[in-house]
Structures are given as C-alpha cells and as structure tokens.
Nanobody, 116 residues
Framework: QVQLVESGGGLVQPGGSLRLSCAAS????????MSWYRQAPGKQRNLVTA???????NYADSVKGRFTISRDNAKNTVYLQMDTLKLEDATVYYC??????????WGQGTQVTVSS
C-alpha cells in the first residue's frame, strides 16, 4: 500500500512557474531520500533534483537556480518549485523515494507542458 501521489502538473507559459507536490504514504517518510526525475517519450529518465532526510539537496545543472526541492516531513510531502520555466522543461515528471536499493518507490508521473 505504498503510494506516491503527485499533483500540480499542467500548462504554463515560458518564464512562468509551477509547483509540483508528491504526497507519500505507506512507509516511513523521514527515512527516505526524495527526488524528482523527468522523462520524455523514448528517452532516459534523468534526475532533476534530490533531497535527503537531513535536508541536503542537489540539482541537475539544467535546472540549477530555477528549481527548488523541499520536503515537509509533518505532511509526508515533497515539493518541486519550478520557476522561469523553459520549453525544454516540458515533459513528464516523476517522484521517487528510496532508503536503499531494496526500498525504492516511484510515483505515477505528472505532465508539465510549457507553451506560448
């Protein structure tokens, strides 16, 4: 009954902002590293950003300075604030939770469209 339920995807104009949410249940959220990936059809799924239980973050160079990952352990939720969106940001975004190689979960994916 592990669940990662994403929300917040949609259509925005170039230069606009969007905030994705990933609500987790069925596991001990505070013990897991949370991350966001994105994947276009026919292409590899790539890491966008990650945040550890202690709050340490990292970002792909392509989103550094524009995207911000955060987590609210009281709400078992991780967020992705996306600012100054570009056309190349438009794809499917996935939420991931992992404590180790044996405990790893994926969300269903949510579509982000950037269009003028």
């Amino acid at each position: 009954q592990v669940q990662l339920v994403e929300s917040g995807g949609g259509l925005v104009q170039p230069g606009g902002s969007l905030r994705l949410s990933c609500a987790a249940s069925g596991f001990t959220f505070t013990r897991y590293r949370m991350s966001w990936y994105r994947q276009a059809p026919g292409k590899q799924r790539n890491l966008v950003t990650a945040i550890t239980s202690g709050g340490m973050t990292n970002y792909a160079d392509s989103v550094k300075g524009r995207f911000t990952i955060s987590r609210d352990n009281a709400k078992n939720t991780v967020y992705l604030q996306m600012d100054t969106l570009k056309l190349e940001d438009a794809t499917v975004y996935y939420c991931k939770a992992d404590a180790d190689i044996l405990r790893m979960y994926w969300g269903q994916g949510t579509q982000v469209t950037v269009s003028s």
